[in-house]
């Protein structure tokens, strides 16, 4: 059984000693997902913007992986602002109208201030 370990390059990575994804056999899974802008600039505004930023890094790693969102089974949304879960779940929606995973929402303090919203998902990658 091979670990195809995808990084995004941030030093987060080696710091802490985790990957971006991981994928065994057509299983992947991807780490919980924040808005990390290049160069560390201030993320967008709205929790929505920033679901939106989330949802684009979570599926780089995916099509890294040789998934797509479609293949998504299972998602967490970590908000710090239950009020915000509305904008979240909008952009969450957009992306996964096709696989609707299974989600589960949790309202809870992020390692950045700024950061409104983190995500993480899950992969199964069927036979097509």
Known sequence: MERQRI???SAFEERV???RAVRVREHVWVAGTAPIMP???DPPA???EQAQVC???IERALVEAGASLDDV???RIYVTDPTSIDEVGR???EAFATARPATTGIVTQLLDPRWLVE???EAVILQR
Do not use: M
């Open 17 to 19: 000693g985790y990957s």
């Open 39 to 41: 160069g560390d600039a």
């Open 73 to 75: 089974v299972r998602t």
């Open 91 to 93: 952009a969450h929606g």
């Open 119 to 121: 995500i993480e998902a």
């Open 55 to 57: 949802l684009q890094i």
């Open 7 to 9: 990084s995004s390059g």
């Open 46 to 48: 709205t929790a929505y």
